[in-house]
Nanobody, 124 residues
Framework: QVQLVESGGGLVQAGGSLRLSCVAS????????MGWFRQAPGKEREFVAA????????YYADSLKGRFTISRDNAKNTVYLQMNSLKPEDTAVYYC?????????????????WGQGTQVTVSS
């Protein structure tokens, strides 16, 4: 089992950047595929990015390619989401998630463990 804690959210103007971090407890972080999702008010949780346990495989939502970058540091039990050129429509709660089965999933049900989320608000 793994516990996840996100940080790095906040209020930023359109065009700005934020880097989210997700720290995992436990010694087996490197055994998990990791993903980032987001959920805006009144909308379903949507896929943002995923990264395999080694970082060799990375996937993004098509609409976010080129602006968002996912990475991980297994020595620090941390996965990151660098977000650039932020837009008001990026406003959401951002969640990291862990998948022990390495499915490189793009849907929430493929992830077994979730953090509490961090709020990102982009003002126009």
């Amino acid at each position: 089992q793994v516990q996840l804690v996100e940080s790095g959210g906040g209020l930023v103007q359109a065009g700005g950047s934020l880097r989210l971090s997700c720290v995992a407890s436990g010694r087996t972080f490197s055994m998990y595929g990791m993903g980032w999702f987001r959920q805006a008010p009144g909308k379903e949780r949507e896929f943002v990015a995923a990264i395999s346990w080694s970082g060799a495989r990375i996937y993004y939502a098509d609409s976010l390619k080129g602006r968002f970058t996912i990475s991980r540091d297994n020595a620090k039990n941390t996965v990151y989401l660098q977000m650039n050129s932020l837009k008001p429509e990026d406003t959401a709660v951002y969640y990291c998630a862990a998948d022990p089965l390495h499915r490189d999933g793009r849907v929430p049900y493929e992830y077994d463990y979730w953090g509490q989320g961090t709020q990102v608000t982009v003002s126009s």
